[in-house]
């Protein structure tokens, strides 16, 4: 399973970015894919995660109304588009996924140990 990221870059507060997770070596519709976050002294903490199999999905609190994630299984992509960005949205950004059990609650219930596979990460700066 490989996972890239990419999308990310520095935005003024108010500003969007939108970043994409490309997913190959697996069968994207039996996993979930999530994105999650880590800014420096902090940690790591799920910010949206999407199901591929029936399109549930979860935000964290501090990005709701402002995130929006989907899902293209044609593309095996899953993206994040981010509006409304603030600098407490700095950080580098991670897509995972997780095969089989239910990702979303997973996320929910802050289980970030239970996604096996990991992008590389990229980094999301927001200047105030």
């Given at each position: 399973?490989?996972?890239?990221?990419?999308?990310?870059?520095?935005?003024?507060?108010?500003?969007?970015?939108?970043?994409?997770?490309?997913?190959?070596?697996?069968?994207?519709?039996?996993?979930?894919?999530?994105?999650?976050?880590?800014?420096?002294?902090?940690?790591?903490?799920?910010?949206?995660?999407?199901?591929?199999?029936?399109?549930?999905?979860?935000?964290?609190?501090?990005v709701k109304g402002r995130f929006a994630i989907s899902s293209?299984?044609?593309?095996?992509?899953?993206?994040?588009?981010?509006?409304?960005?603030?600098?407490?949205?700095?950080?580098?950004?991670?897509?995972?996924?997780?095969?089989?059990?239910?990702?979303?609650?997973?996320?929910?219930?802050?289980?970030?140990?239970?996604?096996?596979?990991?992008?590389?990460?990229?980094?999301?700066?927001?200047?105030?």
């Amino acid at each position: 399973v490989q996972l890239v990221e990419s999308g990310g870059g520095l935005v003024q507060a108010g500003g969007s970015l939108r970043l994409s997770c490309a997913a190959s070596g697996l069968h994207f519709d039996d996993y979930a894919i999530g994105w999650f976050r880590q800014a420096p002294g902090k940690e790591r903490e799920g910010v949206s995660c999407i199901s591929s199999d029936d399109g549930s999905t979860y935000y964290a609190d501090s990005v709701k109304g402002r995130f929006a994630i989907s899902s293209d299984s044609a593309k095996t992509t899953v993206t994040l588009q981010m509006n409304n960005l603030k600098p407490e949205d700095t950080a580098v950004y991670y897509c995972a996924a997780v095969y089989g059990i239910d990702g979303v609650m997973a996320m929910a219930a802050g289980r970030t140990e239970y996604y096996p596979y990991w992008g590389q990460g990229t980094q999301v700066t927001v200047s105030s």
